[in-house]
């Protein structure tokens, strides 16, 4: 009563030849951080985890806000986020993270952003009115066309440190002569 298997194998009826599931990778799988990559969503936001936030605090990268695009008026990107008890750094906004929101008027950015990506606020038309909180900013860091096609009169605040580096790091990113950098 025995049946051959590919490969001269011989088994009995009724048996297995599966291995019993490994049950504490499950265990494992459940206490362990949310992977880098893992998409979170935060007080209508949604963030990419880019660094595991395990002893330390870890990082995470705005993608955009979870109101619609012709919804969002005001937006402030925090210094830090909660998710699940553990604490992250806002110190990227990504690529096309707000790109045509076109009522966003009012936008903060917090103290820990190190970099924009890359048309974050063009097409942002009435974006009149913008406060960066971070030092950590650099011409390089700040995306092609991070603030192309916002309001022509918008008024951009920047830490007083930082004023003449921004200003050319700003200018280079899209925004217009008539933007006041101040």
């Given amino acids: 009563n025995t049946?051959?298997?590919?490969?001269?194998?011989?088994?009995?009826?009724?048996?297995?030849?599966?291995?019993?599931?490994n049950t504490t990778a499950t265990t494992e799988a459940?206490?362990?951080?949310?992977?880098?990559?893992?998409?979170?969503?935060?007080?209508?936001?949604?963030?990419?985890?880019?660094?595991?936030?395990?002893?330390?605090?870890?990082?995470?990268?705005?993608?955009?806000s979870t109101k619609s695009k012709k919804k969002l008026i005001s937006l402030s990107i925090p210094d830090t986020v909660k998710s699940d008890g553990k604490t992250y750094k806002v110190t990227a906004i990504g690529k096309d993270a707000c790109k045509k929101c076109t009522k966003l008027k009012k936008l903060t950015i917090g103290k820990n952003v190190k970099s924009i990506g890359a048309n974050a606020f063009s097409g942002c038309k009435v974006l009149k009115s913008i406060k960066i909180q971070s030092t950590l900013l650099t011409k390089k860091t700040i995306g092609k066309k991070a603030f192309s096609s916002i309001h022509k009169k918008a008024v951009i605040k920047v830490p007083k440190k930082k004023l003449k580096e921004y200003k050319k790091a700003l200018y280079s990113a899209g925004a217009s002569k008539t933007v006041k950098i101040k």
Avoid: H, M, R
Avoid at 4 to 19: D, F, M, Q, V
């Fill in 30 to 64: 459940a206490n362990t951080e949310k992977a880098v990559g893992t998409i979170i969503t935060v007080s209508n936001a949604q963030y990419k985890i880019t660094k595991q936030a395990d002893k330390a605090t870890g990082t995470v990268t705005f993608l955009k």
């Fill in 3 to 21: 049946t051959e298997k590919p490969g001269g194998t011989t088994e009995k009826p009724g048996s297995t030849t599966e291995k019993p599931e």
